[in-house]
């Protein structure tokens, strides 16, 4: 585990992660899609099932309440149309039995099919009444026979009974007469007369109170008995009829056609009444409708156990998504429980094999820090972090031995400084002794000098006059040497100037350039002042413009103030009428007061502008001033600048010609030296002219003199070296302790010998 | 312009009496006012065509809208010192009603007050808000009343005696001058 690849762990981790994502995610669409099933099952199939079976009954039960309607109406047109809606309904439940049909499980053993059977079934039985029952409604016998009962058979009857009565009245009439006349058989006649009319009228009114009767309250039994009664009254009627007109003479003729007529009309009136009651399709269609009572009721108890079996799935449905989702909540929430478990383990692992190289690692920079370079990391790991520990440990191991290096060789240097330390204090010594030594020689010199010239005795004067020269032509070469030392250190001084001189050439041009940059910008900056005092002057004439527009408007609020007070004046001696008016003069009297004090405040304002303005001019020209005198000062800058720089030219061109002084000087100390060297050899020539004593003499004293200069280059060359020797002391001194330092930084490192 | 209040009406009013509307002006330092009904309109001073030979309370004519007004001094009637005419200077112009059409100068206009008449104080012995002498003849005749307004005293003046008092300066003058003559 500790030897894998970071990435392969990290790589296993996410893996873990990713996974129980994805299993959530499986998890989640599949019994979403389940869900989905249920759902859809439940409302395409069995919530719109059950709906068309609730509509399939209503509408029954229309057709139903419309049939009865249609029984029960007495008008015949409204009949009609209760009839035709009521079939109208019919045909739509009819046409919704196959939809019905089409969604219902087809298997002939489902308990929702046989109530659909059942359903369908007590449905046609009731249609076939159905038929029945409105061709008889529309028929309402029953009503049609009580509107003739009370219409024209009334009628009749009422004629009857009003010639009758007449009759009768011409019958008591005659009686009267006949009576006074005692006529015993014109009475008798009379008499029988009478009796017949009021059987007449018996009759008639009987056959009316019957047929009345009959109209509501009549069963098919009864009809048969109806018709014989009533032929058995029409044949009395026409027997007594043709009694009477046997009897009758003319003046009874027109009562009797009008009773005869009366009754024959009644004859068909009667038989159709009897048809009619025959019929009696309101009962009879009251009947059927009662009778359709069974199927209905067969009906509905298929509806209501489709719809509770419908709805019993409905809840079987619901059951199930709640099931469904609550197994998909539980999976949901384990799945991502377990991933993420899984993979913290794995992180806690990973970070272990992290974090302990790391602190290890800390561990070993510190202790670097510190000094101590013999720490090792040593980590086992072959994953990334071992192979960064051992590279460290490489570099660790590399840089101590650079350091342990670095510390010999400073021990090395140190060892060298110290020898070259004392070489050079060796060398200052013995330079010093040199010194000593030259000046012993010196010493010498002059007493072989001395013992020279006793020597020459006789050539005394040439030997001093030679003496004198070679002292002169030494006091010469003396001067000469101090001359040509001089003259070099003119000639040093004089390159040192010629550079500081080129230098300051360069400041100058540089000062020079920035002199004329600041002309330029103070140029510059005296076109803006001038640009910002014209503005000013253009802000100024502004503010004396707004100034007479405010002036105006002051006269105008001086005026509208007038006018507010005239108005008010006016105003009362309107008296009443003119309060309102009053008032408004009051408005106008404050709006003009405000005006007035927005002018004065505006007058203000531009007064405070105006002076602000002239603030900024005095101030730009202030600045202008000192722009100006800016300008003029670095003019003179730029004038001293140029003074100077030719100054220094004209100093550069003297350097040179001192320069070319000093070679005509070198050059006049070598003709001088010449001279010298001329000079000494005419002495020694002279001298030679001397004896052979002057000429040793000279030799001797030229030798003398050789050696003397010589001590003398020697001496100066020994203090030189003094010096040199001095500085390589210092020098070494120097080294020594710089190695010492190098001991000290390198020695607070520990490292493995 | 003046802010004089409007006078308290609310309060110590007897119930009697009308509530009169007055304009009032500056002359001088003291406040005097007229009945708002005599008055016919305050304007600016136009230029005055003065006129000789009468007392200096008369300054002269000027053109108003092609009408010609008199016009008096009201500083010079009661303070016998002349108006200087300047920017607040004011003509008070009365109706018509009262006789030839004139009007009167003075230093600054104030507001239109309304007065209750119990809150005038009818004098006649003339002590006037200036503080002036008693009994002097102008004060006597022109002043009516003094009127209380909530902060200051207002001189009420009756305008329809300016007139005959003018009338009666002008016969004096020149009866002086006769006499002088």
Not at chain 1, 207 to 228: G, I, K, P
Not at chain 1, 669 to 687: C, F, L, P, T, Y
Not at chain 2, 90 to 109: M, T
């Amino acid at each position: 585990m500790k030897n894998l690849r970071l990435r392969t762990k990290l790589g296993l981790i996410i893996g873990i992660l990713v996974l129980s994502t994805a299993a959530v995610a499986l998890v989640g669409y599949l019994e979403l899609g389940a869900l989905n099933r249920r759902v859809e099952q439940m409302v395409e199939t069995t919530s719109k099932t059950a709906f068309l079976v609730s509509e399939v009954w209503d509408n029954v039960q229309r057709v139903r309440r419309l049939e009865f309607r249609a029984v029960m109406t007495t008008d015949d047109k409204e009949s009609k149309e209760y009839a035709d809606r009521s079939r109208e309904i019919a045909k739509l439940v009819d046409d919704a039995f196959p939809t019905l049909s089409g969604s219902i499980d087809p298997s002939p053993k489902a308990p929702d099919r046989i109530n659909l059977e059942l359903f369908h079934g007590g449905w046609q039985d009731y249609r076939k009444i159905q038929n029945q029952t409105l061709i008889l409604a529309l028929e309402n016998s029953n009503f049609k026979a009580h509107k003739l009962t009370t219409g024209k058979v009334a009628e009749k009857v009422t004629a009857i009974n009003q010639a009758v009565a007449a009759w009768l009245r011409q019958l008591d009439k005659a009686r009267t007469d006949q009576s006074t006349a005692n006529d015993n058989k014109l009475l008798g006649t009379a008499e029988k007369d009478r009796q017949a009319l009021h059987k007449l009228q018996v009759i008639a009114i009987d056959m009316h109170r019957q047929l009345n009767q009959c109209v509501f309250d009549v069963r098919d039994e009864d009809m048969d008995r109806l018709d014989e009664q009533i032929a058995a009254w029409q044949k009395q009627a026409e027997a007594l009829m043709s009694e009477i007109s046997t009897r009758s003479d003319n003046q009874e003729i027109p009562w009797l056609d009008s009773v005869g007529a009366a009754f024959r009309d009644l004859k068909p009136l009667a038989s159709q009444m009897q048809k009619l009651l025959r019929a009696n399709t309101n009962s009879r269609s009251a009947e059927l409708s009662t009778s359709s009572n069974k199927p209905i009721d067969e009906c509905r108890a298929a509806a209501i156990s489709l719809n509770e079996s419908l709805h019993d799935r409905l809840k079987a449905d619901m059951t199930g998504i709640r099931d469904t989702t609550s197994s998909t909540q539980w999976l949901m929430v384990l799945t991502p429980l377990v991933g993420i478990t899984f993979s913290l383990c794995l992180a806690f692992f990973l970070t272990k094999s992290i974090t302990v190289p790391m602190a290890r690692g800390v561990k070993f920079s510190e202790a670097i820090a510190r000094g101590d370079l013999t720490q090792r990391l040593n980590l086992a790991q072959r994953d990334e972090v071992g192979q960064l520990t051992q590279a460290i440990d490489h570099a660790a191991a590399s840089f101590s031995k650079v350091v342990k290096d670095i510390r010999d060789t400073s021990k090395g240097i140190d060892v060298s400084a110290t020898e070259l330390s004392s070489v050079s204090h060796q060398m200052l010594v013995q330079s010093e002794e040199m010194t000593t030594q030259a000046g012993y020689v010196a010493s010498s010199t002059e007493q072989m000098a001395t013992n020279v010239s006793t020597m020459a005795a006789a050539a005394e004067e040439m030997s001093m006059n030679v003496m004198s020269i070679s002292s002169a032509s030494e006091e010469i070469s003396v001067n000469v040497g101090t001359i040509s030392s001089t003259a070099e250190a003119t000639a040093r001084n004089v390159t040192a100037v010629a550079g500081a001189i080129q230098e300051s050439t360069l400041a100058f041009e540089a000062i020079s350039r920035d002199a004329r940059e600041g002309s330029s910008i103070a140029n510059k900056a005296l076109s803006m002042a001038d640009s910002a005092n014209a503005t000013m002057k253009g802000l100024d004439h502004s503010a004396t413009e707004i100034d007479k527009v405010t002036g105006t408007i002051k006269m105008i609020a001086l005026q509208t103030n007038l006018l507010a007070l005239n108005a008010t004046i006016e105003a009362t001696t309107a008296g009443e009428a003119g309060r309102g008016f009053a008032v408004v003069a009051k408005e106008i009297k404050e709006l003009a007061n405000q005006s007035a004090k927005a002018a004065e405040d505006i007058a203000r304002k531009i007064e405070g502008v105006q002076s602000s303005s002239r603030d900024a001019v005095q101030v730009i020209r202030a600045v202008q001033d000192i722009i100006q005198t800016l300008n003029a000062s670095s003019g003179r800058i730029a004038e001293s600048v140029e003074k100077q720089s030719c100054a220094a030219k004209m100093s550069a061109g003297n350097l040179s010609q001192a320069s070319k002084g000093v070679e005509h000087i070198a050059l006049s100390i070598a003709e001088v030296a010449k001279g010298a060297g001329d000079m000494s050899r005419n002495a020694s020539e002279a001298a030679q002219g001397a004896t052979d004593v002057s000429r040793n003499a000279s030799e001797a004293a030229k030798a003398v003199t050789d050696i003397s200069s010589n001590i003398h280059g020697v001496s100066q060359a020994t203090r030189d070296n003094t010096a040199s020797a001095q500085q390589v002391n210092a020098a070494a001194d120097r080294l020594a302790a710089i190695a010492g330092q190098l001991q000290q930084l390198v020695g607070r490192f520990t490292v493995e010998e | 312009m003046i802010e004089s209040p409007i006078a308290d009406y609310n309060t110590l009013s007897n119930g009697v009496g009308v509530f009169k509307t007055y304009c009032t002006f500056l002359v001088g330092n003291g406040l005097f006012g007229t009945e708002a009904s005599l008055v016919k309109e305050v304007s600016l001073v136009p230029f005055v065509t003065p006129v000789f030979h009468v007392p200096d309370a008369v300054r002269g004519y000027v053109n108003l809208r092609g009408q010609i007004v008199l016009v008096l001094d009201l500083k010079g009637i009661l303070l016998r010192s002349a108006t200087p005419i300047d920017d607040d200077t004011r003509l008070v112009v009365f109706r018509s009603c009262l006789g030839d059409p004139f009007g009167i100068l003075v230093d600054r206009i104030g507001d239109v007050v309304e007065l209750h008449d119990d809150r005038i104080e009818k004098c006649a012995t003339g002590t006037h808000a200036n503080g002036g002498e008693i009994g002097t003849l102008p004060e006597v005749e022109l002043i009516s009343g003094i009127g209380k307004l909530a902060d200051r005293l207002l001189s009420i003046l009756d305008a329809r005696k300016l007139l005959p008092y003018i009338d009666k300066e002008i016969a004096q003058c020149r009866a002086a001058s006769h006499n002088r003559e």
